[in-house]
Every structure is written in structure tokens, then in C-alpha cells.
């Protein structure tokens, strides 16, 4: 987690919501990706999605049964989806999100007993700092409303 | 969804599970895609998500709020939470998915009342098209079983 954390700094430093995300295979970590939604101009570039997918192209292979995924804030109901389908082992998450958490806020992934695959999921790790990157990078945009105003991008 | 199902059939005819997905705006199509999960070795890549990918890049925007999808088979947990994060307007849908679908069937996404999108959902269009597809694919696929073995690829 401590390494998804790096990650989420990675995305700070950008201006993009820091978020960290990192895949380990046999102990040693084999995809980092941080969130890049705002550079990429794709609501589909989440730090699980870019780390699942460099994991799947490194690997050669959809199904990561025993990859373990650690990211930063609990994952959305793409993330959570995305992590279901290419049968991440174990998922470990930072900080609950109580707005669009997938795995356990919104929705209780487990508890959707037709999925054809049901990942372990520890939460909680590394909480305090997971969620106090995310409030830093918050509270910094407050204070510079400016900086949030997005540029309209027309067709 | 004519044109969804145009390329569902590309889809077949590369082994692929045949779901096709096109995105329009104001009544132009501005993207379509086909599931391309074998052939790029990613459980992410459905083709919703393709179409998403496309049609963002072509409007350089993570919004897609005066689009509608168009879709041969309901949408996973994955690509619902992709049309959700990218605002999608409408999400048409052929025949329902009874194992994977998250739109009505393992999830009814309108009732997740604090996701901050929810797109109008138009299920059964097309249906006896949409379903004849997957299901001759499927037919085809237990008269040939030996390709349905996939070779296993060493990490």
C-alpha cells in the first residue's frame, strides 16, 4: 500500500485526484498505475483499470487469479467490476468512498452471489493516510477555486 | 442497434463473444466497437468500453452527456459503472444478461440512489436479434469443443 500511495502522489502532482493502485504476483509487483482521467480525458482511466490492464498485457493473460490489487480508495462500481472479471485474487483497499464505493459502501460486492468470481477484500489499510491524501488534494482546490474550472471542450 | 448488431457479427467472426456497441450523438454515430477480450488478452476490453474509449477521445471529453449508447447484450458491472462515470444519456440494451448483467438483472442501477448519474435505460430492443446472436455463438461453440480451449500463457 505503501507503494500505491507513491502512486496516488504521482496523480497529486499532476492535478489528478490521487488515487494509487498497485498489482503483486508471487511478492513482487508487477503493474503501478495512478488515476489519469483528467490527462487522458477518460472517465475510464482509474488506477485499477490502467494497473489491471498493464498486469493483463504483462502477463499475457485476462485472468490475474493470483494477482493481489492494493489501491488507495475503495474502488468504483467500474473498478469493482473490472477487478470481478479478471479474478483478482485478493483486493486491498485504503479509505471507504462513501460516494461511489463499489465493494462495500454502495454496493456489497460479495453479497452479489451470481458473480462468477468473489475477490477477498480487506479494507482499511493504510487508512489514515489513504484518506488524508485525498482531503489534502481537496481542501488545496478549495482554496483555489480557479483551478477546478475545466476548460469546455467542444465536439 | 442495427449497427450494434453489424458489429456483435464482426465479433463472431473472430471467435470473440458476439457484443456489439455503437454511441450516437445527435443522431450521428461517433462510435462503435466490438468485444475484443481474446484478441487484445483484457477482461476490460467489452465493447461498451471500447465505445466509451473512442467516443471520449473523439470529443475530447469524459462526458458523454448528449450521448446515447446502443448495446446487443446488458451491460456488466464494469461497463454500467464505465456508462455511469461518463454520463451516458440513454443506454439502450438488447436482450438481458441473466449471469452478468448489472443494469436490471444482479443490480438494478436506478435504485443506487447516490450514484451521481443515472442514465435512462431502454432494455429489449432488438431482443430476439440481440439473443439469437450469442446464442448460435454458443451453439456453434459446444459443437466444436476443442476450440474452446485456450492455450495458457506462462507469465
Redesign the interface.
Given at each position: 500500500m505503501r507503494l500505491a500511495l507513491k502512486e496516488a502522489e504521482k496523480a497529486a502532482a499532476i492535478d489528478e485526484v490521487p488515487v494509487g493502485a498497485v498489482i503483486v504476483?508471487n511478492g513482487k509487483v508487477i503493474a503501478r498505475a495512478h488515476n489519469l482521467?483528467e490527462k487522458k480525458?477518460?472517465?475510464?482511466a482509474h488506477a485499477e483499470?490502467l494497473a489491471?490492464?498493464k498486469a493483463?498485457?504483462k502477463?499475457?493473460?485476462?485472468?490475474l487469479d493470483d494477482c493481489d490489487l492494493y489501491v488507495t480508495l475503495e474502488p468504483?462500481?467500474?473498478?469493482?467490476?473490472?477487478i470481478?472479471?479478471?479474478?483478482i485474487r485478493t483486493l486491498y483497499y485504503g479509505t471507504a468512498d462513501p460516494?461511489?464505493g463499489?465493494t462495500d459502501t454502495?454496493?456489497q460486492v460479495r453479497n452479489?452471489k451470481?458473480?462468477?468470481h468473489h475477490p477477498n477484500v480487506i479494507s482499511g489499510v493504510l487508512q489514515p493516510e489513504c484518506a488524508e491524501i485525498l482531503s489534502s488534494f481537496f481542501r488545496e482546490k478549495r482554496k483555489h477555486p480557479k483551478k477546478n474550472r475545466k476548460p469546455v471542450?467542444p465536439?
Open positions: 504476483q482521467k480525458m477518460q472517465s475510464t483499470m489491471i490492464q493483463s498485457r502477463l499475457n493473460n485476462y485472468y468504483c462500481m467500474m473498478c469493482t467490476g473490472a470481478v472479471l479478471s479474478r460516494k461511489g463499489c454502495l454496493i452479489i451470481r458473480l462468477n471542450q465536439a
